[in-house]
């Protein structure tokens, strides 16, 4: 794998010593404009090095692009004293699994798959015609139901994958003034059984986590907070392979926090933890702030990457 890091120590001027108690040293779910997140991969990166995040992973949706573009040969290099991990997040659909209360989706982190497994690409590429598929026949539903978004998406969207999800066209139905908010777009249009809302195709978790595993990666459930009470369901997805369970995302509070945990500790599973920033509420340190990831968390999470080689030596 042709991969860089930054240097690890006495390169950068803020070590761990200087930052705030509590400040979370890693994040392992972000977004950024290669899915549906707001910015850059670059500022994101430098954004998170400034809050204090020192192993940092981009969990984009379906693709592996903002890795790739940060670690190219030529690229800048990356902040001192930040280690950046490659992750996608699949936001798998519950076929086969009796997921009534999941709303018909489970995301699935895939943390520290190799960016050269050409499977793995493979299937992300799979999930990508998905999303896309599913993007347009959205826009038709919205101009059907009488909210005709397309005038305030950017012309250029379908040129790519990167923005082809729901929070583009909450943004767009906010633009045109369908919705006060993206919060609101999704609460009274674009939520599951609103009148905006298409089924999602593609992979099931327990093929996602499959593929994850096969390359390389840890699996890991995002922000499923009913997890506790989902232990058999738990079990069925370790039966293939999951090994993660994220639970220290910035949106928990403590007592759900507390019970993540337990379930994670109980049923042997690496807990990660991630603001899932994507830029909607502001600049990064806020979302930041949100996120509780202590410092032994931390350890095992990164234990865990290590072992699966990350974060890359030069
Ligand atoms: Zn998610
Ligand atoms: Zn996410």
């Given at each position: 794998m042709a991969l860089r890091h930054a240097p690890q120590d006495g390169a950068g001027e803020s070590p761990a010593a200087e930052l705030p108690r509590g400040t979370a040293m890693a994040d392992l779910h972000t977004h950024t404009r290669r899915s549906d997140g707001v910015l850059e991969p670059a500022e994101l990166v430098r954004q998170a090095a400034a809050a204090g995040v020192r192993l940092l992973a981009i969990a984009d949706h379906d693709n592996l692009a903002a890795y790739r573009e940060l670690t190219a040969p030529g690229a800048a290099p990356l902040p001192p004293g930040l280690s950046l991990v490659p992750a996608v997040e699949i936001n798998a659909v519950t076929k086969g699994l009796d997921l009534a209360l999941l709303e018909g989706e489970l995301h699935v982190l895939g943390i520290g798959v190799d960016p050269d497994d050409e499977a793995f690409e493979a299937a992300i590429a799979a999930q990508r015609g998905a999303r896309r598929?599913?993007?347009?026949?959205t826009v038709d539903r919205l101009q059907d139901i009488g909210l005709p978004v397309e005038a305030h998406l950017d012309p250029s969207i379908m040129e790519s994958d990167d923005a082809l999800g729901r929070p583009t066209l909450a943004r767009a139905l906010v633009a045109g003034g369908f919705a006060e908010s993206v919060e609101d777009a999704f609460r009274?249009?674009?939520?599951?059984?609103?009148?905006?809302?298409?089924?999602?195709?593609?992979?099931?978790?327990?093929?996602?986590?499959r593929a994850i595993r096969a390359a390389g990666g840890l699996a890991s459930i995002a922000h499923l907070a009913e997890a506790p009470t989902r232990r058999q369901l738990l079990l069925d997805l370790m039966d293939a392979g999951l090994d993660g369970l994220e639970t220290h995302h910035a949106s928990f509070d403590e007592e759900t926090r507390r019970a993540m945990s337990a379930t994670a500790v109980e049923l042997g599973l690496v807990e990660t933890g991630?603001?899932?920033y994507h830029g909607d509420l502001g600049p990064y340190a806020g979302s930041h702030a949100r996120l509780v990831m202590p410092e032994d968390v931390v350890a095992r999470a990164s234990d865990a990457l290590r072992t699966r080689g990350w974060p890359a030596r030069p």
């Open positions: 598929a599913r993007f347009t026949k009274r249009i674009l939520g599951h059984g609103m009148p905006g809302y298409v089924s999602r195709t593609g992979m099931g978790p327990l093929e996602a986590i991630g603001t899932d």
